[in-house]
T-cell receptor, first 114, second 115 residues
């Protein structure tokens, strides 16, 4: 049973460009969340997708957008990249949204903006 | 105010000894869950242990146990019989009922196990 898979693993982009990151959730999971982890910090919640809708968003600007497909996979798009967007982007999948819901994480996409 | 505070940026422990990683949290929601994750250098967050706010007993999972002191709002992770493979970043996280769709993480503790 494959876990959460993310692609690509590493990416280098130039300031001002746009980037798309991809995530396939663990089998049986219907909810995908995205997190940004800057170097030396804990992950910060970006947003969560369920039934192809964004249903909660963290404190991130509109440059960050996403999409969820009918097969539950998801994309994270970041427009007008800034140097400060350099980070590890983690995708987490889950089934349900209670306080005890366990989130399964992928290995992340390391984005470097130059 | 920080919702999750981990005050130990780095910790060292001798192989086969026990170690406690500290975590305090701040919430007014009576229903919440506390999680500990391990993040090796590969980047993946690995779930270790969960404690619910209404759980009467401290959670245990193999060599991991959670010392839950609700009145003090602390949820410390205890790793017994440390192994070299335990060297990693450890994050405490919380999910509140009022915003159950997101995990809020602390800044982490880098644990190094010495041979």
């Amino acid at each position: 049973d494959a876990g959460v898979t993310q692609s690509p693993t590493h990416l280098i982009k130039t300031r001002g460009q746009q980037v798309t990151l991809r995530c396939s959730p663990k089998s049986g999971h219907d909810t995908v969340s995205w997190y940004q982890q800057a170097l030396g910090q804990g992950p910060q919640f970006i947003f969560q997708y369920y039934e192809e809708e964004e249903r909660q968003r963290g404190n991130f600007p509109d440059r960050f957008s996403g999409h969820q497909f009918p097969n539950y996979s998801s994309e994270l798009n970041v427009n007008a990249l800034l140097l400060g967007d350099s980070a590890l982007y983690l995708c987490a999948s889950s089934f349900g949204s209670g306080v005890n819901t366990e989130a399964f994480f992928g290995q992340g996409t390391r984005l470097t903006v130059v | 105010a920080q919702k999750i505070t981990q005050t130990q940026p780095g910790m060292f422990v001798q192989e086969k000894e026990a170690v406690t990683l500290d975590c305090t949290y701040d919430t007014s929601d009576p229903s919440y869950g506390l999680f500990w994750y391990k993040q090796p250098s590969s980047g993946e967050m690995i779930f270790l242990i969960y404690q619910g706010s209404y759980d009467q007993q401290n959670a245990t999972e193999g060599r991991y146990s959670l010392n839950f002191q609700k009145a003090r709002k602390s949820a410390n992770l205890v790793i017994s019989a440390s192994q070299l493979g335990d060297s990693a970043m450890y994050f405490c996280a919380m999910r509140e009922r009022s915003s159950a769709r997101q995990l809020t993480f602390g800044s982490g503790t880098q644990l190094t196990v010495l041979p």
